[in-house]
């Protein structure tokens, strides 16, 4: 064969042994382990990924977001073994499709009503929200819990129906982006986690929703089909369900629904652990 041809052929072989080679290390294959978790648990998550990596030599990636928007990923196909959900109905979503192998609800959270540093339209409970010192309100999306949970808070507190027909609803991509729409001073209040608001320095907790309205948020978390067989993903799944992992759990603020009490300490008494990094987001849609 000419060198010239040779060349030619190299240049053609070499990219694609290159691209089945790529093609072959998926995350089924890997001895990684992804898990897709809910916003709102993202910090507890990566620290139970690190702590297992410690402790098991075990890679976990771990991607969060909204819980409707992940489990679309995994209804689209995208490779994970875990996923964490804030609400039991996108649990569902997923095994309606038949992608669960199992599951467990683990969690539980509760609402609670942030203002801005120095609270300028002096919030201190939901009725102030419909008062004429409030332009707007942040809450997360129409179909992520916790916009959901806060739409339903709301309502029992009698005030959604006016909020919304005044127009001073803004709605975040997730929880964590709501939590910055108030951090930044760009709303007067937000409904968000007690857990998310605990983590953020630039926020005050000012009202906690009844118990009534957090024994409706539920964590499952749910093994993929995919993942049942692969080493790997089993041993992190388990782990998730030990002492060590849900303690994190709860130094983070939730509550491990076999135990009583309120979901979260700290939220209403300044308990707060500086994670700037983790909510700082893109700018708000908010008009000037």
């Known amino acids: 064969m000419k060198p010239q041809a040779w060349l030619t052929f190299l240049t ?6 290159a691209l089945s080679g790529c093609e072959k290390e998926d995350a089924s294959s890997s001895g990684d382990v992804t898990i897709l978790a809910a916003a709102s648990t993202f910090n507890a998550v990566q620290e139970i990924a690190v702590q297992f990596r410690h402790e098991h030599g075990i890679d976990v990636q771990v991607s969060s977001g909204p819980s409707n928007g992940l489990a679309r990923q995994i209804q689209a196909g995208a490779p994970a ?18 992608l669960e192998d199992d599951r467990r609800s683990l ?26 010192r409030v332009s707007h309100v942040a809450l997360a999306g129409t179909s992520v819990p916790a916009g959901v ?4 808070a709301l309502r029992d507190a009698g005030c959604f129906e006016q909020l919304e027909h005044a127009g001073r609803i803004v709605r975040g991509h997730d929880v964590r982006h709501t939590l910055n729409y108030v ?36 964590y499952p978390f749910v093994l993929l089909k995919s993942a049942a067989d692969r080493e790997p993903a089993r041993r992190f799944w388990e782990y998730l369900q030990t002492e060590a992992a849900l303690e ?12 009583t009490g309120p979901a979260v300490s700290g939220a209403l008494t300044g308990d707060r652990k500086a994670s700037a990094d ?3 987001l893109s700018a708000s849609p908010i008009a000037p």
Do not use: K
Not at 109 to 129: E, K, M
Not at 195 to 218: K, L, Q
């Open 149 to 152: 949970y806060a739409e339903v």
């Open 81 to 98: 073994d875990i996923f964490v959900s804030a609400s039991p109905d996108w649990a569902d979503a997923v095994a309606d499709d038949g």
């Open 278 to 280: 983790e909510i700082e």
């Open 107 to 132: 969690l539980s959270n509760s609402l609670v009503l942030v203002v801005p540093p120095g609270n300028p339209a002096g919030v201190t409970d939901p009725p102030d929200l419909v008062g004429p």
């Open 12 to 17: 053609v072989l070499v990219p694609a042994l």
């Open 248 to 259: 994190v759990f709860r130094r983070h603020g939730f509550r491990v629904l076999d135990e």
């Open 183 to 218: 951090a930044r001073g760009e709303v007067d209040a937000g409904v968000v986690y007690a857990t998310d608001a605990r983590i953020a320095p630039h926020v005050v907790a000012v009202y906690e929703f009844p118990a009534e309205v957090s024994e409706e948020i539920g």
